[in-house]
Antibody, heavy 114, light 111 residues
Framework: EVQLVESGGGLVQPGGSLRLSCAAS????????MSWVRQAPGKGLEWVSV???????YYADSVKGRFTISRDNSKNTLYLQMNSLRAEDTAVYYC????????WGQGTLVTVSS | QSALTQPASVSGSPGQSITISCTGT?????????VSWYQQHPGKAPKLMIY???KRPSGVSNRFSGSKSGNTASLTISGLQAEDEADYYC???????????FGGGTKLTVL
């Protein structure tokens, strides 16, 4: 059974940083597309970033230059380093695995507020 | 404002069929057969229901079907059941600079 478990969310001040983690089991992070998708409170889904099996990374314009996606193959874990956070980054962040976001974690809430 | 346009809400009675539309442009829905649909119950993670316009993942009921015509994709749910009440989101690949775009979501109410 595939399980994706996010962690690392919390309250952070504008301009601050946070690193999210997504630990996978029953699923190999390095062999699959892995994405981060976020959902602002009461709003829809927004794709944030993807890392391909070959290591290429891509970002939504809204986070480009501020967020970095990476993975640790030995830990089978996906990361999202978020810098220069803004109020509009407040959302539940989901990691999603495979080509069509086949598998999702339970999400971790990031709140950017002073 | 979401890149793909969905109706805010639809409703139907148990046993009936409903269709949710998802309108994009020639840069996303119209260019790629890479439309997917997700079901999300309150407080839960999204669940993949349809991929590549009309394919169902293993375990998804055949009451769910997808189609596409031009720049508009559609999700049809037949034989509505109370458990189908949820939010539904469409998603399309939009090329190698934008990547993935979602619709704003449609709230399905089973009357």
């Amino acid at each position: 059974e595939v399980q994706l478990v996010e962690s690392g969310g919390g309250l952070v001040q504008p301009g601050g940083s946070l690193r999210l983690s997504c630990a996978a089991s029953g699923f190999t992070v390095s062999s699959n597309y892995m994405s981060w998708v976020r959902q602002a409170p009461g709003k829809g889904l927004e794709w944030v970033s993807v890392i391909y099996s070959g290591g290429s990374t891509y970002y939504a314009d809204s986070v480009k230059g501020r967020f970095t996606i990476s993975r640790d193959n030995s830990k089978n874990t996906l990361y999202l380093q978020m810098n220069s956070l803004r109020a509009e980054d407040t959302a539940v962040y989901y990691c999603a695995g495979a080509d069509y976001f086949d598998y999702w974690g339970q999400g971790t809430l990031v709140t950017v507020s002073s | 404002q979401s890149a793909l346009t969905q109706p805010a809400s639809v409703s139907g009675s148990p046993g009936q069929s409903i269709t949710i539309s998802c309108t994009g442009t020639s840069s996303d829905v119209g260019s790629y057969n890479l439309v997917s649909w997700y079901q999300q119950h309150p407080g839960k993670a999204p669940k993949l229901m349809i991929y590549e316009v009309s394919k169902r993942p293993s375990g998804v009921s055949n009451r769910f079907s997808g189609s596409k015509s031009g720049n508009t994709a559609s999700l049809t749910i037949s034989g509505l059941q109370a458990e189908d009440e949820a939010d539904y989101y469409c998603c399309s690949y939009a090329g190698s600079s934008t990547f993935w775009v979602f619709g704003g979501g449609t709230k399905l109410t089973v009357l």
